[in-house]
């Protein structure tokens, strides 16, 4: 089973930065397309940023420009560097692992807290 673990939320003033991180386990992280999403109370769950493993990003309208998705495949991690950070961006931000190959391997974190307030 593939397991993912995310770090690095917190607490973080209006207009500050903040960077997750996201392990996977197993050797095939590299075909692996990987995500971002993040809910709010209340709210759906939504995409925040993508990157599939040829490269392609997506970003969800409102984080353009300010977050930047990543990965580094000698580590089995993923990142998301997050800037000028908003009320609006407090939420629990979700880790997703995606094998295109395979419809079956899609795999979720445990969720990192981010809150965003002065």
């Known amino acids: 089973q593939v397991q993912l673990v995310e770090s690095g939320g917190g607490l973080v003033q209006p207009g500050g930065s903040l960077r997750l991180s996201c392990v996977v386990s197993?050797?095939?992280?590299?075909?692996?397309?990987v995500g971002w999403y993040r809910q709010a109370p209340g709210k759906q769950r939504e995409l925040v940023a993508t990157?599939?493993?040829?490269?392609?990003?997506t970003y969800a309208d409102s984080v353009k420009g300010r977050f930047t998705i990543s990965r580094d495949n000698t580590k089995n991690t993923v990142y998301l560097q997050m800037s000028s950070l908003t009320p609006e961006d407090t939420a629990v931000y979700y880790c997703?692992?995606?094998?295109?190959?395979?419809?079956?391997?899609?795999?979720w974190g445990q969720g990192t807290q981010v809150t965003v307030s002065s």
């Open positions: 197993g050797n095939i992280f590299s075909i692996y397309d």
């Open positions: 997703n692992a995606r094998n295109p190959y395979n419809l079956r391997g899609n795999y």
């Open positions: 990157l599939t493993g040829g490269g392609t990003t």
